[in-house]
């Protein structure tokens, strides 16, 4: 199955590529790509193939950068993703504990999605808060920083009491 940009996309497109120089469309990639991840809840390869010929470059430059940054899914995730420090600074200061003790108490593996598809757990890279450590990112715009496995377990509460009253 082929992903089609939409004539709505595609003026949201449009306003990202007009921000730049006529001669650096590709500037907005990171921009295209999060208005396809908004609508779809993830980014394809049909996803990635579409951006790279609406922008006039190389699919496999667009897959580098789907790739490189995990803000991008490559894959449905749950309604809450939750991104836990794994770098050394996080790790230094309990991280790995955090990371185990979400899998844990969510009863899923690194890198998975409970069964009732609220949450997904991921491992990840340097979120730039190491004095902060260990920190958790939600849907890639929440810190949560100084997290034990107490402070887990009021977020993950939090976040399944706030989707109850949804």
């Given amino acids: 199955m082929s992903f089609v940009i939409s004539e709505a996309t595609r003026a949201r497109f449009d306003r990202e590529v007009a921000k730049y120089p006529a001669d650096q469309r590709r500037s907005a990639v990171m921009a295209c790509l999060a208005i396809v991840q908004d609508e779809q809840g993830f980014i394809s390869l049909d996803c990635e193939q579409a951006v790279a010929d609406f922008?006039?470059?190389?699919?496999?430059?667009?897959?580098?950068?789907?790739?490189?940054?995990?803000?991008?899914?490559?894959?449905?995730?749950?309604?809450?993703?939750?991104?836990?420090?794994?770098?050394?600074?996080?790790?230094?200061?309990?991280?790995?504990?955090?990371?185990?003790?979400?899998?844990?108490?969510?009863?899923?593996?690194?890198g998975g999605t409970t069964a009732d598809g609220l949450f997904t757990v991921q491992p990840s890279e340097c979120l730039g808060a190491c004095a902060d450590s260990p920190v958790l990112l939600v849907n890639d715009r929440t810190m949560c920083s100084f997290m034990n496995t107490d402070r887990v377990d009021q977020l993950i509460d939090g976040l399944r009491k706030a989707e109850a009253q949804q």
């Fill in 55 to 110: 922008l006039g470059m190389p699919p496999i430059a667009v897959h580098e950068i789907t790739t490189f940054y995990n803000m991008y899914n490559q894959e449905p995730v749950g309604r809450y993703k939750l991104n836990v420090c794994t770098n050394l600074p996080c790790q230094l200061r309990d991280g790995q504990t955090v990371l185990d003790h979400v899998c844990r108490t969510l009863g899923v593996e690194s």
